[in-house]
Nanobody, 119 residues
Framework: EVLLVESGGGLVQSGGSLRLSCAASGLTFDTYAIAWFRQAPGKEREGVSCISNSDGDLYYVDSVKGRFTITTDNAKNEVYLQMTNLKPEDTAVYYC????????????WGKGTLVTVSS
C-alpha cells in the first residue's frame, strides 16, 4: 500500500520560512511524480508544486514562484517543500500526493500538515 506522511507544518510569522517533508513508501519512487497541494479554509484545493521523477516535469503555481522550492531525496524516498517569505495567504493544510505524472488528479494522498502564517 502506498503511504505518504507529511511533516514540518506549524505556526510562523509573515516573512518566515518553513520546510515541509513528505516520506513515501509502497511505491517505486524513481518512477513517480510527487506533488504538494494545499487547501485553505473556504477555498478549493490548489496545486502548489510538483516534481516528476518519471519525465522531469517541474511545476509551481504562480503565487509561490520565487518563494517555494521543491526537492527530492530519491535515496530516502522523501520530497521537501522549502517555503520562504511566507505570507498569511499561504495558510492552509498542505498535502503531498503521488501518481505517475504531475496533474490535478492524483491517486495517492497523505493526511496533510497545517501551516499557519500570522500577520
Amino acid at each position: 500500500e502506498v503511504l505518504l506522511v507529511e511533516s514540518g507544518g506549524g505556526l510562523v510569522q509573515s516573512g518566515g520560512s518553513l520546510r515541509l517533508s513528505c516520506a513515501a513508501s509502497g511505491l517505486t519512487f524513481d518512477t513517480y511524480a510527487i506533488a504538494w497541494f494545499r487547501q485553505a479554509p473556504g477555498k478549493e484545493r490548489e496545486g502548489v508544486s510538483c516534481i516528476s521523477n518519471s519525465d522531469g516535469d517541474l511545476y509551481y503555481v504562480d503565487s509561490v514562484k520565487g518563494r517555494f522550492t521543491i526537492t527530492t531525496d530519491n535515496a530516502k524516498n522523501e520530497v521537501y517543500l522549502q517555503m520562504t517569505n511566507l505570507k498569511p495567504e499561504d495558510t492552509a493544510v498542505y498535502y503531498c500526493a503521488a501518481d505517475f505524472l504531475c496533474g490535478r488528479y492524483m491517486n495517492n494522498w497523505g493526511k496533510g500538515t497545517l501551516v499557519t502564517v500570522s500577520s
